[in-house]
């Protein structure tokens, strides 16, 4: 009798990531691990051991650098920290509002338990942006940074300006700054349970500009200065059944 109610307790419990405050020009993107239940369980990990990954293998902790587009020489491509269940942002990023400016974060959501995971819903957040502080200073390619901006830029602004996305397994599942899916994952989003060796899905996060957006402002809600872009709470929530 009390293996089955703690095989029932098992069946509901849910991975949940909560990623928060990534930022361009970039302040931490972070993720906290939550198993909630009716009671207080003690879950096996070799059960139950989904997380974050740098490689297609074990769950590997390390550094993940971006790959920084449409930008100019000795720009930084700003690198993230990985362990198991918390993604920070180490170095800082820099964008553009020029045509093809944004940065890409390649990494690995891995399943090395002994249940099937299941993607059952990814959330973006939303982006917000505030302007840099402090005086202009040059750059060791010669480049002036920060030129700090008045005023506020409201998330609206924010949002025409910038982009979000998440993409897990191969692409196929995107989401975009503040939307929502719990439905319509394809087969590879699930997590198999492994047969000897770790299964893996694919994840990139990408900030970037929306080109000639810019163009499209007025006067009064144009940035006038050097600005820092920040991405909200994000979720990526992982089950043992499907939705």
Do not use: H, M
């Given at each position: 009798m009390e293996r089955q109610?703690?095989?029932?307790?098992?069946?509901?419990?849910?991975?949940?990531?909560?990623v928060a405050g990534l930022s361009l020009g970039f302040a931490a993107y972070s993720t906290t691990l939550n198993i909630?239940?009716?009671?207080?369980?003690?879950?096996?990990?070799?059960?139950?051991?989904?997380?974050?990954?740098?490689?297609n293998s074990a769950i590997t902790p390390g550094t993940v650098t971006g790959t920084l587009t449409g930008s100019e020489?000795?720009?930084?491509?700003?690198?993230?920290?990985?362990t198991q269940f918390v993604i920070s942002q180490t170095n800082n990023a820099t964008l553009h509002t020029t045509d093809g400016s944004k940065v890409e974060y390649n990494f690995y959501i891995v399943n090395d338990g002994e249940l099937d995971a299941y993607l059952n819903s990814v959330t973006v957040g939303h982006l917000s942006c505030?302007?840099?502080?402090?005086?202009?200073?040059?750059?060791?390619?010669?480049h002036t940074t920060i030129t700090p901006g008045?005023?506020?830029?409201?998330?609206?602004?924010?949002?025409?300006?910038f982009t979000a996305t998440l993409d897990i397994g191969n692409g196929t599942t995107t989401k975009?700054?503040?939307?929502?899916q719990t439905t319509g994952f394809a087969n590879d989003n699930k997590l198999a349970k492994p047969a000897g060796?770790?299964?893996?899905?694919?994840?990139?996060?990408?900030?970037?500009?929306?080109?000639?957006?810019?163009?499209?402002l007025t006067?009064?809600?144009?940035?006038?200065?050097?600005?820092k872009v920040s991405l909200g709470d994000s979720t990526v929530v992982y089950g043992t059944s499907a939705n």
């Open positions: 109610k703690s095989g029932k307790v098992i069946a509901i419990v849910a991975l949940l990531f909560a909630t239940s009716d009671a207080d369980v003690k879950l096996d990990a070799d059960s139950w051991k989904v997380g974050f990954s740098t490689v020489t000795g720009d930084a491509a700003g690198t993230l920290n990985l505030e302007y840099l502080t402090g005086t202009n200073s040059t750059r060791d390619d010669g008045t005023g506020t830029i409201s998330q609206t602004t924010c949002e025409t300006l975009t700054t503040g939307q929502t060796t770790p299964t893996y899905v694919p994840a990139k996060l990408t900030i970037a500009y929306n080109n000639g957006s810019i163009s499209t006067s009064e809600n144009t940035p006038s200065g050097d600005f």
